[in-house]
């Protein structure tokens, strides 16, 4: 405080003439800074402000200490006391200004009319009042446009401390605590909750507007109130930080909190289909709804109906697959026993089946669940399966996944089918009949496209699963060749697989030479693209004659020693 003294008044009338004439600069100076025009800034305003409380440090700037009066120099120096000894502690000033001296700044500081408070730092673009959500200097907001955020500021304030409260209330009606002046427990109302949720989205677009931050769904939903999200943090001097989308983070950063405490709910499952909605190919996602599901005795058929619109939109996903895989074995026990129920259900995951693999006949996942399918619910017997494989294979002979699960439906048959026999070996148990069926079927197929591979390869399959010898079907394929070996116009090849079957054929009966033709023709005509393979084949044939004629040698020395 100033002292209370004569010295606390207007200075003396002969010490304002000497600050006036002593330095017509100066004085010029002052009457400008006594007159500032109207600022249009915020940053104009707070620098106005600055220099009104630093009047003799403007002075100073423009013209320099030197030229300043003594009057004003000693104006100066007592402002920069004044200001310095404001930022002390009460305890710091006495020690560093005595009482003569502390009395002689307060009487400079009065004769000038300076402000003693003011701003402790001039103010400077980008700096003093920071940036927008755009990045924008608030300092260069026009003044009216400052007041209006500085309300919406206000109104963000009023609203978070109602939120508080609120959240406040949601935690003591947890534990049980009783209102102090009624006497009962706090209990938050549904009107309270409305409440909450049209605030939580002002808040939301408020934070938006001044700060750019973007509040997630979550966030802004009292469900997930007593959650503490686990954000995601990437290691320091990461090279390649993915760059995930707000939304996807904040969902994200909430499944690691409710899979951190083994939560399972019915939100923890909406929370699953919002985040597979984002990433479906999220294999942990996948994995903790299934465990929701069990969990919760979610009805299966339902979380299957879920689960097909998800596999129609994303043909390519392999998760989906396995969780169909996992809701299956789950579900099993409880229609084993009741063969209407199995059927049905078999009914059922057919025809989807057959719906996506409509749009993509091809695809693997989808084939692979449905050959384990047919393991998982015995449906080797099922003539509807069957139906619709040759169903398959009628609309696209090429389909090699159709003929690949009619192989297995048909040679896995656990009724007569070696359990651990591989696919291409041998089986006794196979009776003659199903072999004749199915040699016949593929060659049905053969007549409508001879150059498509898939029955031929099938053919190949079945006779050797039924081990029965090549040679049983040299005929038919002799059928696709004419006049081999017997000139370029004369000869003709309907279809280069048959061929290639010709060349096992005599070379399964020691017809090496035959063979030789075949695999000779293939590669200088017929299918000039493979030829380095079929050369290989030759030669092959070339090796096994040496080896037996080795071994015929080795036999004859064997039986001369014998002998002797």
């Not at 749009?359 to 017997?381: A, F, I, P």
């Not at 399959?461 to 370029?488: D, R, T, W």
Request: aromatic share 8%; with cysteine.
């Amino acid at each position: 405080m100033p002292p209370k003294s004569k010295a606390a008044t207007t200075p003396k009338a002969t010490e304002t003439p000497a600050t006036t004439t002593s330095n017509p600069t100066t004085t010029s100076t002052s009457q400008t800074a006594s007159h500032p025009s109207e600022p249009t800034t915020v940053l104009e305003r707070s620098q106005q402000r600055y220099e009104k409380s630093r009047r003799f440090e403007a002075a100073r700037q423009q013209q320099g200490l030197s030229r300043l009066s003594k009057e004003d120099q000693k104006g100066w120096i007592c402002d920069q006391l004044l200001h310095l000894t404001n930022r002390l502690p009460a305890a710091s000033r006495s020690r560093l200004l005595g009482p003569k001296a502390s009395k002689e700044i307060w009487w400079t500081i009065n004769g000038t009319n300076s402000i003693v408070r003011g701003l402790k730092h001039k103010p400077e673009p980008h700096t003093t009042w920071g940036t927008d959500r755009n990045g924008h200097d608030v300092g260069s907001y026009t003044i009216e446009r400052f007041d209006e955020r500085f309300r919406k500021r206000i109104a963000l304030t009023a609203l978070q401390v109602s939120s508080r409260v609120f959240r406040e209330n949601v935690e003591r009606e947890k534990r049980g605590f009783v209102d102090a002046r009624s006497g009962q427990e706090i209990v938050v109302t549904e009107r309270e909750i409305d409440e909450e949720k049209v605030r939580r989205s002002k808040m939301a677009a408020l934070k938006k507007e001044l700060y750019g931050t973007i509040t997630g769904k979550l966030a802004e939903s009292v469900e997930w109130e007593d959650v503490v999200p686990i954000p995601h943090e990437e290691p320091e001097g990461a090279l390649a930080a993915i760059a995930y989308p707000p939304e996807y983070a904040e969902a994200m950063s909430y499944l690691r909190a409710v899979m951190a405490t083994k939560e399972y709910s019915p939100r923890c499952l909406r929370l699953t289909e919002h985040i597979i909605a984002m990433n479906p190919a999220h294999y942990t996602v996948w994995l903790y709804r299934a465990a929701n599901i069990f969990a919760l005795g979610i009805s299966i058929p339902d979380e299957i109906e879920w689960l097909n619109e998800v596999a129609l939109a994303n043909l390519k996903n392999y998760q989906i697959w396995h969780h169909r895989h996992l809701l299956v074995e789950h579900y099993y026990p409880t229609i084993a026993s009741d063969p209407d129920a199995l059927a049905q259900f078999a009914k059922q995951e057919r025809d989807f089946l057959i719906t996506i693999l409509s749009e993509d006949t091809k695809n693997y996942h989808v084939w692979s669940y449905r050959s384990w399918l047919v393991g998982k619910l015995g449906m080797w017997e099922d003539e509807e399966e069957l139906k619709s494989i040759e169903k398959m294979i009628d609309e696209d002979v090429r389909n090699n996944s159709a003929w690949s699960h009619r192989f297995v439906l048909v040679f896995s048959n656990p009724k007569y089918a070696t359990p651990g026999r591989g696919a291409t070996e041998k089986d006794e148990r196979v009776p003659p009949e199903l072999v004749d069926r199915e040699v016949k079927y593929a060659q049905d197929k053969v007549y409508l496209a001879p150059q498509n591979q898939s029955p031929w390869n099938y053919m190949r399959g079945v006779l050797v699963k039924g081990g029965q010898p090549l040679a049983s079907v040299q005929g038919f394929a002799e059928e696709f060749v004419n006049k081999l070996g017997e000139g370029e116009e004369e000869e003709e090849v309907k279809s280069t697989h048959a061929l290639d079957l010709l060349a096992e054929i005599h070379a399964e009966k020691k017809e090496n030479e035959k063979a030789d033709l075949c695999l000779r023709r293939l590669a200088e005509k017929w299918d000039k693209i493979r030829g380095g393979y079929w050369e290989w084949r030759r030669k092959c044939l070339t090796q096994s004659e040496t080896e037996k004629a080795l071994g015929e040698q080795a036999e004859k020395v064997d039986a001369g020693v014998a002998a002797a």
